[in-house]
């Protein structure tokens, strides 16, 4: 290969989305005397992200602290109500009774994504390559060589994989996971409501799966709505009356009326935990790692937890790749991604069947979270991402 094909660097990330971009960003700014590469697929700037995002408290603190959620437009999150469509469980977190501003801000992917793309334009040590895939990775003993598709190669002494769910990376060197399938497909859309929210977050459990609205700026919320496989074929198909409709009759009138729909984009919901998040000089974060179920908005405020252990445990790192530090990583990551996967998943599976003993004992576990104040600070704790 033409040597001027091939670029040296300290740390290779695939993938410049919002867990990729972040690490490249937070390692620069750490380690200014390495070299960090970035390969992202999309040939222009930020890769286009249309999600909306809830930001737990801890990961709004992080951020905030990094500078990225300047001028950023963002709605805070002051009150959450959970609630059983048909039942009388129930319960309600207030930021002001966990003595926080805010239990979380929703911000569009989209202006996060690009601040963290401007910034790693700033670092002189950072190298964007757009337009690239990976298409093959080969591990020696002191590097990794990855190709990519323009036949150009980095050579680097810590690869990590930030590919999202259908990681190259985590296929490439045969990274095992447990996936569980759960027969449910996420629809994503703006709502425009009669009334803004005024900081107010749902999550109202139906027979038909859960519906989850965030406050976003003027009278918009964004919209989650799990259906089943059999319910997606005609969700598909209804008009924005007919989905207005239908989301109104599932939700109630809790947040007022709903006047219009953007368009809907519909996914698979699985869960997805590889065996190992780490290889020979090589880790898998954010996604490629792990992939949660939306239920609590969890997905990215875990992936970011993984950029922020995965920077101090290389802090002082001689070299990034070595096993000591890798091994430490996925070690320390270990609880976390224990408590909020208990979390996630049990939330779906508790609240996605109607047999009569589930649902008394679900009702019975939102009525004692409301009325149980420890019990509750616990677990808006986890929720926000906090430490016990």
């Not at 300290?10 to 390969?39: E, F, S």
């Not at 909306?52 to 905030?64: M, Y």
């Not at 802090?315 to 408590?339: K, M």
């Amino acid at each position: 290969m033409d040597e001027r094909q091939i670029t040296s660097a300290d740390v290779a990330i695939v993938g410049g989305g919002l867990v990729g971009a972040l690490t490249g960003m937070m390692l620069a700014q750490q380690r200014p005397d390495w070299r960090i590469v970035i390969c992202e697929p999309r040939k222009e700037g930020p890769p286009n992200d249309k999600r909306i995002i809830a930001l737990a408290a801890a990961s709004t603190h992080r951020l905030s602290k990094l500078g990225v959620l300047k001028d950023i437009t963002h709605e805070p999150i002051k009150h959450i109500h959970i609630s059983d469509r048909g039942f009388i469980g129930g319960t309600e977190l207030h930021a002001e009774q966990e003595g926080v501003e805010a239990l979380g801000k929703v911000v569009a992917a989209s202006e996060l994504v690009e601040r963290l793309y401007n910034s790693c334009q700033t670092l002189n040590n950072v190298t964007w390559l757009g337009g690239v895939r990976a298409e093959r990775i080969e591990q020696e003993q002191s590097q990794v060589n990855v190709t990519l598709d323009n036949q150009q190669r980095v050579n680097c002494r810590l690869l990590i994989g930030a590919d999202g769910q259908n990681s190259l990376v985590r296929e490439q060197l045969r990274l095992k996971s447990d996936v569980t399938d759960y027969g449910q497909y996420g629809c994503i859309a703006t709502l425009t409501l009669e009334q803004p929210l005024n900081g107010w977050a749902y999550e109202r459990f139906t027979e038909n799966g859960p519906i989850a609205l965030l406050p976003m700026k003027g009278n918009d919320a964004s919209l989650v709505w799990s259906f089943t496989e059999k319910q997606l074929a005609e969700a598909e198909q209804w008009t924005d009356s007919e989905f207005l409709e239908r989301c109104q009759k599932a939700f109630g009138y809790r947040a007022g009326r709903f006047k219009s729909v953007s368009p809907r984009v519909f996914y698979p919901l699985i869960l997805r935990r590889a065996k190992r998040s780490t290889h020979h000089r090589t880790v898998i974060i954010g996604n490629a790692s792990h992939a949660l179920h939306p239920i609590a908005g969890q997905g990215f405020n875990l992936g970011l937890r993984d950029v922020e252990q995965l920077c101090e445990t290389l802090s002082n790192a001689t070299d990034p790749g070595a096993f000591q530090y890798l091994t430490d990583y996925e070690q320390q990551r270990e609880r976390d991604y224990e408590s909020i996967i208990r979390l996630t998943d049990g939330l779906v599976r508790g609240f996605s069947n109607q047999f009569w003993p589930t649902i008394l004992g679900r009702n019975s576990a939102l009525m004692l979270l409301q009325h149980c104040s420890p019990l509750k600070s616990s677990f808006a704790r986890l929720t926000m991402g906090m430490k016990p």
